[in-house]
């Protein structure tokens, strides 16, 4: 069994989420870390019998490691990428890749130079449902895409934050945070070109000041178009479309409506709330260990998605996959998983140990990120926007 030794850059929310991944896959052997908190780093060293620094420089310097998760702030991800491809690891970077499409060149220039692999994720086009949503397409049964409509109602923008996630020129809001992951899934899916968009942000909390919303027309080179709308603005939960399975593939229930802003409510500053946070993720007092068995009975999803054919349309579920043909409806089942987000690691063990190219490298997250920004910049200019026709950059938002 080929294995990756992987060090760790950042120890907060990114990793508390992939945890349960790296404890599950036999494949992953953790083996350093580093973190500005001594708390998160204490419970490194103790869970795993391996170093944690307080810097990446001295993470990356360590012989015996393959690649590095970068799972720091946004606003860290071109500096540390460039840091980790410098000594030769192969970089494994959290979406967005990062905050312009220059440090996205930097980050690839950086790779390319030092001969390693740069992989995107966790974004949910890593996901089975849609993995295999795509295989149906490509099998040509169904013609060729012609729409796909994909919308997320949650609770995101009040789940505690750190000040700079409810800045959009810092990295923070709906835009840099969600929309990644829907418009990975629908590039995927349309299998061509994005050429325009044309969209609308919401932002109506004056005490959350990002953007909590999103709407969006995509069009692709071939012909087809997207409809992509998020809401995070904690009322209607789209996971109540979904079976009550949610985001994680975990069963959820009704009765949990309004803990996130009841949760929040209760707190009396920024500070407080980075405070809860903090608390709440790896090695803070009130974070919650990650099972080394984790209930993995449905595979993540990232709301409820339509992909309209010529010939059909394909709906892809935690569970499965619903194909409505033009005589029938059949439902395709998908074996539950056995460890949660194992798409990220065979793509990663498919770069390191077989030089294969991922899907979701460099060039196709920079991609991402440019239809981000274009989606930003059209809200303001209320107009359309070219896709690679213009020059787009946080700096102006």
Not at 271 to 296: I, Q
Not at 313 to 323: E, F, T
């Amino acid at each position: 069994m080929e294995t990756i030794r992987l060090g760790i850059a950042g120890l907060g929310r990114a990793f508390s989420l992939m945890l349960p991944t790296f404890l599950a896959d036999a494949r992953v052997q953790l083996v350093a870390a580093c973190d500005p908190r001594e708390t998160a780093r204490a419970q490194f060293e103790a869970d795993f019998d391996a170093p944690a620094f307080k810097d990446i420089e001295a993470l990356a310097r360590r012989p015996d490691i393959d690649a590095i998760y970068i799972a720091s702030p946004h606003q860290f991800h071109a500096a540390h990428a460039r840091i980790a491809a410098s000594h030769g690891r192969h970089v494994l970077v959290e979406k967005p890749m990062a905050l312009s499409l220059d440090e996205c060149d930097d980050m690839i220039d950086a790779c390319r130079e030092a001969k390693v692999h740069l992989i995107v994720g966790h974004c949910h086009s890593f996901d089975t449902p849609y993995l295999r949503t795509r295989e149906l397409i490509a099998s040509g049964a169904f013609g060729d895409v012609k729409m796909i409509h994909a919308l997320n109602y949650t609770d995101y923008l009040y789940r505690p934050r750190r000040p700079e996630e409810l800045r959009t020129e810092e990295g923070g809001g709906a835009v840099f945070s969600q929309a990644a992951h829907q418009v990975d899934i629908v590039r995927m899916l349309a299998g061509s070109r994005a050429t325009r968009i044309r969209a609308a942000v919401g932002n109506w909390d004056a005490a959350r000041r990002t953007e909590g919303a999103y709407t969006a027309t995509l069009w692709f080179e071939n012909g087809a178009f997207a409809t992509l709308s998020y809401n995070g603005y904690a009322h209607f939960d789209s996971d109540e479309w979904t079976g009550w399975i949610g985001e994680m593939g975990q069963t959820r229930s009704a009765d949990e409506y309004g803990v996130a802003r009841r949760k929040l409510s209760q707190v009396a500053s920024g500070e407080e709330e980075a405070r809860l946070k903090a608390a709440g993720t790896y090695g803070g007092n009130a974070y919650t260990p990650a099972s080394k068995a984790p209930d993995a009975r449905r595979h993540q999803h990232f709301g409820p998605l339509i992909v309209s054919c010529e010939r059909g349309d394909l709906r892809p579920m935690p569970d499965g996959i619903v194909v409505y043909g033009d005589e029938r409806r059949e439902r395709i089942s998908l074996e539950a998983p056995a460890v949660p987000r194992a798409e990220v690691i065979d793509e990663l063990i498919a770069a390191v140990h077989g030089d294969t190219a991922p899907l979701h490298d460099g060039i196709w997250a920079r991609g991402t990120l440019e239809i981000c920004l274009a989606m930003l910049r059209s809200s303001a200019e209320q107009r359309d926007v070219l896709i690679g026709g213009e020059t787009t950059n946080t700096k102006e938002y």
